[in-house]
């Protein structure tokens, strides 16, 4: 995987690689990630999921920077911490989910202290 992402970065730089090729990634490990948090033909592991999760959004991967927003907004894996649910979501929006605009203050204002 680590190999994969490397030539994937390398193709990138040098022009070899499409936005498609990188879109197919994105998609690829957000599947993979989607699995491990929910326990889909494999063990359950929020570490895993986190992880790839984060890759896929990283490459732009809207869903998969929601995911990660939603992880953290309900401690799904992860301690909750609306501060960085709200960043993910941003970005999810950033990226072009629509649904995550609208969630980008909710976590703030359902955990206010």
């Given at each position: ?16 690689a ?17 699995r491990?948090?929910?326990a889909?033909?494999?063990?359950q592991d ?7 999760y984060?890759q896929a ?6 869903l998969?920077?929601?995911s ?22 941003k ?12 969630r ?10």
């Open positions: 995987m680590v190999l994969k992402r490397l030539l994937l970065g390398g193709l990138l730089l040098t022009g070899t499409s936005a498609q090729d990188v879109i197919e990634e994105a998609q690829r490990l957000r599947t993979l990630a989607a491990y948090e929910h889909r033909g494999v063990r929020y570490q895993e999921a986190y992880r790839l984060s959004a990283l490459l732009g991967d809207s998969a920077a929601y990660l927003g939603w992880m953290y907004f309900n401690g799904r894996g992860l301690s909750r911490e609306p501060h960085y649910a709200v960043g993910w979501f970005r999810a929006a950033k990226a072009g989910d629509v649904y995550a605009a609208g980008e203050d909710a976590p703030v204002v359902a955990h206010a202290y």
